[in-house]
């Protein structure tokens, strides 16, 4: 079955930078999409990054762009989400997800079928 296992939250200093990693595994599919979204306190899950597998098309929510940046390793099965300039909006659980979002839906939940089960990113 499907698994994706994030990694590498924590907590840093406004300013700093992290790295979170997602393992993904019993993915058969050939073409698909992997995103990054993330769910602060009281507030809904919001896409913040994606990438399709295929064409290495890489998609961005405004709030992070130029900070942010997605990339993917097919020999490690592993997408990347390395966050730099973080500030204290960028508090939140982060997830990865994996699917087949419809044109201009990377940024929906609806649109992806699996889920891994977070890493919490605090910045103070």
């Known amino acids: 079955h499907v698994q994706l296992v994030e990694s590498g939250g924590g907590s840093v200093e406004v300013g700093g930078s992290l790295t979170l990693s997602c393992e993904f595994s019993?993915?058969?599919?050939?073409?698909?999409?992997m995103g990054w979204f993330r769910q602060a306190r009281g507030k809904e899950r919001e896409g913040v990054a994606a990438i399709y597998t295929a064409a290495g098309l890489t998609q961005y929510a405004d709030s992070i762009k130029g900070r942010f940046t997605i990339s993917l390793d097919n020999a490690k099965n592993t997408v990347y989400l390395e966050m730099n300039s973080l500030n204290p909006e960028d508090t939140a659980m982060y997830y990865c997800?994996?699917?087949?979002?419809?044109?201009?839906?990377?940024?929906?939940?609806?649109?992806?079928?699996?889920w891994g089960q977070g890493t919490q990113v605090t910045v103070s």
């Open positions: 997800a994996a699917g087949w979002p419809a044109g201009g839906m990377w940024d929906r939940t609806s649109e992806y079928k699996y």
């Open positions: 019993g993915y058969t599919y050939a073409r698909y999409c």
